[in-house]
Every structure is written in C-alpha cells, then in structure tokens.
Nanobody
Framework: QVQLVESGGGLVQTGDSLRLSCAAS????????MGWFRQAPGKEREFVAA????????YYSNSVKGRFTISRDNAKNTVDLQMNSLKPEDTAVYFC????????????????WGQGTQVTVSS
C-alpha cells in the first residue's frame, strides 16, 4: 500500500512555470513506477509523464515533452513535475499515481492515486 498526496497547484499565466510535488507514504516507494496524469472538465484522464524506479527512465506525452520534467527522490519519497512554458490547454486537475513495474501510459493500470491538485493557466 502507498498513500499519495499532491501539492503545488495554482493559478498561473501563460508561459509561467509551476512545480507539482507528490509525497508518498507506505512501503517500498522505490519499487513503484510513478506517474502524473491530468483531467480537464469533461475529458478523460490522460497520461502526462512517468518515471521508473531509479529515476533514470522517464516518459512523456507528446503534448508536454520538452516543457515538463518528472523527477523523483527515493530518499524523500517524493516525485515532482516541473512544468514550464505553461499553456491554457494544460489547465486540469493533476494526479499522482503509482503502480508496480512496468511503466504504463494507461490510468486504469495504476493502483494508487492521490486526490489531485488543480492547475489553472490563464491566457
């Protein structure tokens, strides 16, 4: 079992940066693949980024590649999402999620979820 709590969301303007953080508690955080997903009103939850156990393998959706960076600190049980050059279309509730190996791009394959944090990008 792992419990996840996101923080760092807020209201920003186009082009700004924001850093989301997810704190995990429970057993063996370092054995979990960690992912970030987002869900805009009226849309399905979509994959944003994921990171493997040691942090050396990262994966991004095409819509955020080059703008967002996922990282993890296994000593602190945290996973962060640095978001740069934000756009209005990035507006959504962002969720942190965990699953055992392998990495997945599908929300249904993640076992543990945080409550989400709202990110709003104004034009």
């Amino acid at each position: 079992q792992v419990q996840l709590v996101e923080s760092g969301g807020g209201l920003v303007q186009t082009g700004d940066s924001l850093r989301l953080s997810c704190a995990a508690s429970g057993r063996a955080f370092s054995y979990y693949v960690m992912g970030w997903f987002r869900q805009a009103p009226g849309k399905e939850r979509e994959f944003v980024a994921a990171i493997g156990w040691g942090g050396g393998s990262t994966y991004y959706s095409n819509s955020v590649k080059g703008r967002f960076t996922i990282s993890r600190d296994n000593a602190k049980n945290t996973v962060d999402l640095q978001m740069n050059s934000l756009k209005p279309e990035d507006t959504a509730v962002y969720f942190c999620a965990a699953r055992t190996w392998p990495v997945s791009y599908y929300a249904a394959e993640y076992n543990y979820w945080g409550q989400g944090t709202q990110v709003t990008v104004s034009s």
